[in-house]
Antibody, heavy 120, light 110 residues
Framework: EVQLVESGGGLVQPGGSLRLSCAAS????????MFWVRQGPGEGLVWVAR????????NYADSVKGRFTVSRDNAKNTLYLQMNNLRGEDTATYYC?????????????WGQGTLVTVSP | QSALTQSPSVSGSPGQSVTISCTGT?????????VSWYRQHPGKAPKLIIY???KRPSGVPDRFSGSKSGSTASLTISGLQTEDEADYYC??????????FGGGTKLTVL
Protein backbone atom coordinates (compact mmCIF):
# COMPACT_ATOMS: atom_id res chain seq x y z
CA GLU A 1 0.00 0.00 0.00
CA VAL A 2 1.32 3.41 -1.00
CA GLN A 3 1.65 5.87 1.86
CA LEU A 4 2.61 9.52 1.62
CA VAL A 5 2.98 11.33 4.92
CA GLU A 6 3.50 15.09 5.00
CA SER A 7 5.01 16.98 7.90
CA GLY A 8 6.50 20.36 8.70
CA GLY A 9 3.42 22.56 8.59
CA GLY A 10 2.67 25.17 11.21
CA LEU A 11 2.24 28.86 11.96
CA VAL A 12 4.74 31.24 10.38
CA GLN A 13 4.86 35.02 10.09
CA PRO A 14 4.64 36.78 6.73
CA GLY A 15 8.05 36.86 5.12
CA GLY A 16 9.11 33.75 6.99
CA SER A 17 10.20 30.34 5.75
CA LEU A 18 9.09 26.77 6.24
CA ARG A 19 10.16 23.41 4.86
CA LEU A 20 7.62 20.69 4.28
CA SER A 21 8.53 17.02 3.97
CA CYS A 22 6.69 14.09 2.47
CA ALA A 23 7.83 10.58 3.42
CA ALA A 24 6.89 7.93 0.89
CA SER A 25 6.53 4.19 1.32
CA UNK A 26 4.98 1.33 -0.62
CA UNK A 27 6.25 2.56 -3.98
CA UNK A 28 9.56 2.66 -5.83
CA UNK A 29 9.96 6.33 -4.98
CA UNK A 30 12.89 6.99 -7.29
CA UNK A 31 10.80 6.13 -10.37
CA UNK A 32 7.86 8.46 -9.74
CA UNK A 33 7.28 12.11 -10.44
CA MET A 34 6.11 13.92 -7.34
CA PHE A 35 3.91 16.95 -6.88
CA TRP A 36 2.73 19.47 -4.32
CA VAL A 37 -0.91 20.60 -4.41
CA ARG A 38 -2.43 23.06 -1.95
CA GLN A 39 -5.91 23.97 -0.78
CA GLY A 40 -6.73 27.19 0.98
CA PRO A 41 -9.36 27.15 3.75
CA GLY A 42 -12.73 26.51 2.10
CA GLU A 43 -11.17 26.79 -1.33
CA GLY A 44 -10.33 24.52 -4.24
CA LEU A 45 -7.23 22.57 -5.16
CA VAL A 46 -4.27 24.36 -6.73
CA TRP A 47 -1.25 22.69 -8.30
CA VAL A 48 1.96 24.11 -6.82
CA ALA A 49 4.99 22.21 -8.06
CA ARG A 50 6.28 19.16 -9.88
CA UNK A 51 9.61 17.34 -9.76
CA UNK A 52 10.73 14.52 -12.02
CA UNK A 53 11.96 11.16 -10.80
CA UNK A 54 15.64 12.03 -10.35
CA UNK A 55 15.10 15.63 -9.32
CA UNK A 56 16.73 17.11 -12.40
CA UNK A 57 13.63 18.92 -13.61
CA UNK A 58 11.20 21.08 -11.61
CA ASN A 59 8.21 23.26 -12.44
CA TYR A 60 6.17 25.73 -10.42
CA ALA A 61 2.89 27.59 -10.48
CA ASP A 62 3.39 31.28 -11.24
CA SER A 63 2.10 32.19 -7.77
CA VAL A 64 5.05 30.50 -6.04
CA LYS A 65 7.81 30.74 -8.64
CA GLY A 66 10.95 32.22 -7.18
CA ARG A 67 9.78 31.67 -3.57
CA PHE A 68 9.23 27.89 -3.36
CA THR A 69 11.70 25.12 -4.19
CA VAL A 70 10.78 21.47 -4.59
CA SER A 71 13.45 18.83 -4.09
CA ARG A 72 13.75 15.16 -3.27
CA ASP A 73 16.10 12.69 -1.65
CA ASN A 74 15.58 9.34 -3.34
CA ALA A 75 17.86 7.61 -0.84
CA LYS A 76 15.48 8.69 1.94
CA ASN A 77 12.26 8.31 -0.09
CA THR A 78 11.40 11.87 0.83
CA LEU A 79 10.03 14.89 -1.03
CA TYR A 80 10.53 18.44 0.19
CA LEU A 81 9.04 21.87 -0.37
CA GLN A 82 11.12 24.81 0.80
CA MET A 83 8.87 27.83 1.14
CA ASN A 84 10.43 31.28 1.50
CA ASN A 85 9.01 34.80 1.72
CA LEU A 86 5.65 33.39 2.74
CA ARG A 87 2.51 35.45 2.26
CA GLY A 88 -0.97 35.28 3.73
CA GLU A 89 -2.29 33.80 0.53
CA ASP A 90 0.03 30.83 0.99
CA THR A 91 -2.10 29.73 3.94
CA ALA A 92 -3.36 26.30 2.93
CA THR A 93 -3.23 22.58 3.47
CA TYR A 94 -0.36 21.26 1.41
CA TYR A 95 -0.66 17.80 -0.10
CA CYS A 96 2.08 15.77 -1.70
CA UNK A 97 1.08 13.44 -4.50
CA UNK A 98 2.67 11.01 -6.90
CA UNK A 99 2.01 9.95 -10.42
CA UNK A 100 1.49 6.33 -11.36
CA UNK A 101 3.18 3.53 -13.25
CA UNK A 102 0.42 3.81 -15.86
CA UNK A 103 0.93 7.49 -16.53
CA UNK A 104 2.41 10.82 -15.51
CA UNK A 105 -0.40 13.31 -16.16
CA UNK A 106 -2.42 12.84 -12.99
CA UNK A 107 -2.10 12.61 -9.22
CA UNK A 108 -2.58 8.95 -8.28
CA UNK A 109 -1.61 8.81 -4.63
CA TRP A 110 -2.07 11.57 -2.06
CA GLY A 111 -0.89 12.25 1.44
CA GLN A 112 -3.19 13.45 4.19
CA GLY A 113 -1.90 17.01 4.00
CA THR A 114 -0.12 19.40 6.34
CA LEU A 115 -1.53 22.81 7.28
CA VAL A 116 0.51 25.95 6.79
CA THR A 117 -0.79 29.15 8.33
CA VAL A 118 0.86 32.45 7.48
CA SER A 119 -0.19 35.11 9.96
CA PRO A 120 1.41 37.87 12.08
CA GLN B 1 -3.11 29.93 -15.58
CA SER B 2 -6.82 30.50 -14.94
CA ALA B 3 -8.75 27.83 -13.10
CA LEU B 4 -11.01 25.57 -15.10
CA THR B 5 -14.71 26.38 -14.79
CA GLN B 6 -17.00 24.05 -12.87
CA SER B 7 -20.55 24.61 -11.67
CA PRO B 8 -20.44 25.26 -7.91
CA SER B 9 -23.04 22.64 -7.08
CA VAL B 10 -25.11 19.79 -8.44
CA SER B 11 -27.58 17.44 -6.81
CA GLY B 12 -29.34 14.17 -7.44
CA SER B 13 -31.32 11.46 -5.74
CA PRO B 14 -30.00 7.99 -4.94
CA GLY B 15 -30.01 5.81 -8.03
CA GLN B 16 -30.05 8.75 -10.42
CA SER B 17 -27.25 9.97 -12.67
CA VAL B 18 -25.52 13.34 -12.55
CA THR B 19 -23.01 14.98 -14.84
CA ILE B 20 -20.43 17.52 -13.77
CA SER B 21 -18.84 19.67 -16.45
CA CYS B 22 -15.44 21.29 -16.58
CA THR B 23 -14.66 23.98 -19.13
CA GLY B 24 -11.20 25.13 -20.06
CA THR B 25 -9.46 26.40 -23.15
CA UNK B 26 -7.42 25.09 -26.06
CA UNK B 27 -4.37 25.55 -23.83
CA UNK B 28 -5.50 22.93 -21.36
CA UNK B 29 -8.62 20.75 -21.65
CA UNK B 30 -8.96 21.28 -25.38
CA UNK B 31 -5.30 20.76 -26.11
CA UNK B 32 -4.55 17.52 -24.30
CA UNK B 33 -6.29 14.26 -23.44
CA UNK B 34 -4.96 14.59 -19.92
CA VAL B 35 -8.04 15.44 -17.89
CA SER B 36 -8.39 13.86 -14.48
CA TRP B 37 -11.12 13.97 -11.84
CA TYR B 38 -10.83 13.81 -8.06
CA ARG B 39 -13.36 13.24 -5.30
CA GLN B 40 -12.83 14.83 -1.91
CA HIS B 41 -14.87 14.19 1.19
CA PRO B 42 -14.80 16.87 3.93
CA GLY B 43 -11.54 16.86 5.83
CA LYS B 44 -10.05 14.15 3.64
CA ALA B 45 -7.44 14.05 0.92
CA PRO B 46 -8.58 14.01 -2.70
CA LYS B 47 -8.91 10.66 -4.46
CA LEU B 48 -8.34 10.03 -8.15
CA ILE B 49 -11.45 8.67 -9.89
CA ILE B 50 -10.79 9.32 -13.60
CA TYR B 51 -7.56 9.96 -15.53
CA UNK B 52 -6.66 10.62 -19.15
CA UNK B 53 -10.25 11.79 -19.81
CA UNK B 54 -12.00 8.44 -19.47
CA LYS B 55 -9.84 5.86 -17.70
CA ARG B 56 -10.65 4.51 -14.25
CA PRO B 57 -7.96 3.55 -11.75
CA SER B 58 -8.23 0.12 -10.23
CA GLY B 59 -10.82 0.03 -7.48
CA VAL B 60 -13.03 2.79 -8.90
CA PRO B 61 -16.46 1.41 -9.87
CA ASP B 62 -17.73 1.72 -13.42
CA ARG B 63 -20.50 4.02 -12.17
CA PHE B 64 -17.92 6.74 -12.77
CA SER B 65 -17.20 7.72 -16.37
CA GLY B 66 -15.46 10.59 -18.09
CA SER B 67 -15.62 12.21 -21.50
CA LYS B 68 -14.47 15.28 -23.36
CA SER B 69 -15.74 17.39 -26.22
CA GLY B 70 -13.60 20.27 -27.36
CA SER B 71 -12.57 22.26 -24.30
CA THR B 72 -15.22 20.82 -22.01
CA ALA B 73 -14.75 17.65 -20.01
CA SER B 74 -17.49 15.84 -18.15
CA LEU B 75 -17.75 13.41 -15.27
CA THR B 76 -20.88 11.27 -15.08
CA ILE B 77 -21.83 9.38 -11.96
CA SER B 78 -24.60 6.85 -12.43
CA GLY B 79 -26.51 4.98 -9.77
CA LEU B 80 -25.87 7.73 -7.20
CA GLN B 81 -25.09 6.54 -3.70
CA THR B 82 -25.04 8.51 -0.48
CA GLU B 83 -21.27 8.15 -0.23
CA ASP B 84 -20.95 9.99 -3.53
CA GLU B 85 -21.80 13.21 -1.70
CA ALA B 86 -18.52 15.09 -1.88
CA ASP B 87 -16.61 17.79 -3.72
CA TYR B 88 -15.42 16.92 -7.21
CA TYR B 89 -12.49 18.58 -8.96
CA CYS B 90 -11.37 18.36 -12.55
CA UNK B 91 -7.75 18.90 -13.49
CA UNK B 92 -6.01 19.28 -16.82
CA UNK B 93 -2.45 19.24 -18.00
CA UNK B 94 -1.72 22.71 -19.36
CA UNK B 95 1.58 22.22 -21.12
CA UNK B 96 5.16 22.94 -20.00
CA UNK B 97 4.67 20.60 -17.04
CA UNK B 98 1.97 22.76 -15.52
CA UNK B 99 -1.43 21.63 -14.31
CA UNK B 100 -4.66 23.53 -13.63
CA PHE B 101 -7.61 22.51 -11.46
CA GLY B 102 -11.25 23.47 -11.65
CA GLY B 103 -12.88 25.36 -8.81
CA GLY B 104 -14.74 22.28 -7.64
CA THR B 105 -18.36 21.11 -7.68
CA LYS B 106 -20.24 20.14 -4.55
CA LEU B 107 -22.42 17.11 -5.16
CA THR B 108 -25.40 16.73 -2.86
CA VAL B 109 -27.24 13.42 -2.78
CA LEU B 110 -30.79 14.26 -1.77
Amino acid sequence: EVQLVESGGGLVQPGGSLRLSCAASGLTFRTYWMFWVRQGPGEGLVWVARIDSDGSSTNYADSVKGRFTVSRDNAKNTLYLQMNNLRGEDTATYYCASDDSTGWSFFRHWGQGTLVTVSP
Amino acid sequence: QSALTQSPSVSGSPGQSVTISCTGTSNDVGGYNYVSWYRQHPGKAPKLIIYDVNKRPSGVPDRFSGSKSGSTASLTISGLQTEDEADYYCCSYAGNYNWVFGGGTKLTVL
